[in-house]
């Protein structure tokens, strides 16, 4: 019998990267993985800003750059080739203006380089058939590849093992919600492209509906609808099936890989449950239209852990777990309320195509366009409402943006895994923030009139801004007196455990 304080059953891409950052943050987890090889699949293929801006956090963003395309706007087009839509990631406010293209099995290598640089592995060929929480723990039964059954009792389980993870079964979490009509053939295809290899291209046809994406290598992941009565395909029929909906100008020379399989937009209605923790699949499915799956997946994994991390540490409460279902809970939905926009827009116009109809134009509204761009970015979720965020600047229709909850668009600049509290302007109460600053000393990283822009922050007339270690603005009041002070201290005493003798 093993006593492991953090087991994650799942080593794709959520549990890799959620047990590389909880190393980061120096809590180690043990990490398995059923499948003895790893999968050369393409799968998953697009990395967001959003996501890349996580990947520069940790200093991972190097090796993805360099694996990758680099997709920087999407196009849409009707029969004859004619461009009905288009996006541009131009202008998003983040460092990388563009997607990244990489098959799914080239991020899980980057991710498990990264653990093992930070002391951690996987375990494969070891299978979780059971996980049944306890008083004190939750009891995990694994089975090795040798047919040895071990016994582990863990202090918290994070469930990663996608759509039919076991932890999830066993807190009896439906993934609810709907599949989408109709299925669809995924394929990872090389072929002298008809399209920038810098764009996405989704392809409305008589004959269907395709999206293809470039891939390292000349290759292209490609999504088609199938007709509901083809049930199976073969790799020559892929090819026949590609060429035909580009209208005879291209035709695949190579079919890596291919499935067909159908899209889902589903959630669990809680993310946790005590002990334990469900992050990516294991808790929602997303259309792969929208390109976000695998990034939300990741943004769980990265949120989890420095939460997790403190409160193993003995440095917060563990009422701050309460904090990951109530705050990935706002994100996730919102990723699936996207995610379905684009699906059904992607979907309307193929079915408008197809039948003839009239296309509609365009709308032109440039705020929209901003807003779908930072949403397909994913860099606009908004923690507003969770007991982890205060505003006491008032929070009218008039207060400035970036507010508490959102993200602080220079977060990557500042350093570490601590709290960083922004003081801009005078400090009206320096005795008071003396005090604040021993007592938070190892856990709040104080600046006062930092190299930023203060209307950046969400305070254009000076103030202080709390930024949580995952970017986001937990906090903000507009003079750095001793009722605010006094207040910000409240704030962080709601989930942190102050320093020791302090």
């Known amino acids: 019998m093993t006593r492991n304080e953090v087991v994650i059953i799942g080593a794709g891409p959520s549990g890799l990267f959620a047990a590389a950052e909880l190393a980061r943050h120096g809590?180690?987890?043990?990490?398995?993985?059923?499948?003895?090889?790893p999968h050369h699949e393409a799968r998953a293929t697009a990395i967001q800003p959003g996501t890349l801006e996580i990947l520069d956090s940790v200093g991972l963003l190097p090796p993805f750059l360099d694996a990758a395309e680099h997709v920087r706007r999407s196009r849409l087009y009707g029969p004859g080739m004619s461009e009905l839509r288009s996006m541009s990631f131009e202008g998003v406010d983040c460092r990388c203006e563009f997607q990244c293209s990489l098959p799914q099995y080239e991020t899980q290598r980057i991710l498990e380089a990264h653990l093992a640089s930070l002391g951690g592995a996987v375990e494969r060929g070891v299978t979780a058939?059971?996980?049944e929480p306890g008083e004190d723990d939750v009891l995990v039964e694994l089975v090795h590849a040798d047919g040895r059954?071990?016994?582990?009792?863990?202090?918290?389980?994070?469930?990663?093992?996608g759509a039919h993870s076991v932890t999830r079964h066993s807190m009896?979490?439906?993934?609810?919600?709907?599949?989408?009509?109709?299925?669809?053939?995924?394929?990872?295809i090389a072929m002298p492209g008809p399209f920038p290899r810098d764009e996405s291209s989704v392809v409305c046809g008589p004959a269907g509906l395709m999206l293809l994406a470039p891939l390292p290598g000349g290759r292209w992941i490609s999504f088609q609808d199938l007709e509901e009565e083809v049930e199976s395909v073969s790799a020559d029929e892929v090819v026949v099936r590609v060429e035909t909906r580009l209208g005879g100008k291209c035709r695949p020379t190579d079919v890596?890989?291919?499935?067909?399989?159908?899209?889902?937009?589903?959630?669990?209605?809680?993310?946790?449950?005590?002990?334990?923790?469900?992050?990516?699949?294991?808790?929602?499915l997303s259309s792969p239209f929208g390109g976000e799956g695998l990034n939300s997946g990741l943004h769980d994994g990265?949120?989890?852990?420095?939460?997790?991390?403190?409160?193993?540490?003995?440095?917060?409460?563990?009422?701050?777990?309460?904090?990951?279902?109530?705050?990935?809970?706002?994100?996730?939905?919102?990723?699936?309320?996207?995610?379905?926009?684009?699906?059904?827009?992607?979907?309307?116009?193929?079915?408008?195509?197809?039948?003839?109809?009239?296309?509609?134009?365009?709308?032109?509204?440039?705020?929209?366009?901003?807003?779908?761009?930072?949403?397909?970015?994913?860099?606009?979720?908004?923690?507003?409402?969770?007991?982890l965020v205060a505003d006491y600047t008032g929070n009218g229709p008039d207060a400035p943006e970036p507010h508490p909850g959102q993200r602080y668009p220079d977060w990557t600049r500042l350093s570490g895994t601590s709290h960083h509290l922004l003081?801009?302007?005078?400090?009206?109460?320096?005795?008071?923030?003396?005090?604040?600053?021993?007592?938070?000393?190892?856990?709040?990283?104080?600046?006062?009139?930092?190299?930023?822009?203060?209307?950046?922050?969400?305070?254009?007339?000076?103030?202080?801004?709390?930024?949580?270690?995952?970017g986001h603005i937990g906090c903000r009041f507009p003079v750095a007196d001793g009722a605010a002070l006094a207040t910000l201290d409240r704030h962080l005493s709601s989930y942190l455990i102050p320093d020791p003798g302090a």
């Open 302 to 387: 990265y949120d989890l852990a420095w939460k997790l991390a403190l409160v193993v540490h003995g440095h917060a409460h563990r009422s701050l777990l309460d904090g990951y279902m109530v705050e990935r809970s706002i994100a996730d939905r919102h990723v699936l309320e996207v995610s379905d926009q684009v699906h059904q827009a992607m979907t309307g116009l193929a079915d408008a195509v197809r039948q003839r109809r009239e296309v509609p134009a365009a709308a032109a509204d440039p705020v929209a366009s901003a807003l779908l761009r930072n949403a397909r970015a994913m860099i606009d979720v908004d923690y507003a409402g969770s007991p």
């Open 172 to 188: 009896s979490e439906p993934l609810e919600g709907t599949t989408y009509q109709g299925h669809f053939l995924v394929a990872d």
């Open 423 to 470: 003081l801009f302007g005078p400090v009206a109460d320096v005795e008071s923030l003396a005090r604040l600053s021993r007592r938070w000393s190892k856990r709040v990283a104080i600046s006062r009139e930092p190299d930023l822009d203060p209307i950046r922050a969400g305070v254009p007339a000076g103030g202080g801004v709390l930024i949580r270690p995952d």
């Open 129 to 131: 058939t059971k996980v």
């Open 256 to 284: 890596a890989w291919f499935a067909p399989f159908r899209m889902h937009r589903r959630i669990v209605s809680r993310l946790a449950d005590g002990r334990r923790f469900l992050i990516g699949d294991a808790a929602h």
């Open 27 to 37: 809590v180690g987890a043990r990490l398995i993985e059923r499948d003895v090889q």
């Open 149 to 161: 059954i071990e016994t582990v009792h863990a202090g918290v389980v994070v469930g990663a093992g």
